[in-house]
């Protein structure tokens, strides 16, 4: 039994995938922070192409 847990303890099979979750929440993170944070002027930039095709 003490071995089988000495084994679970040292394996790192999953440790991998664990750092590609965390490297992957923190760009998604980063993304909706910066959409939040630039959200409005990117829609006034649109809007005043918008406006400027039209006329």
Do not use: C
């Amino acid at each position: 039994m003490k071995n089988q847990l000495m084994h679970m303890i040292r394996e790192e099979d999953g440790q991998g995938m664990v750092e590609y979750g965390l490297i992957i929440a923190g760009i998604a993170l980063a993304a909706i922070a910066a959409i939040w944070l630039l959200g409005p002027q990117i829609s006034q930039f649109f809007t005043d192409i918008g406006t400027q095709m039209a006329a």
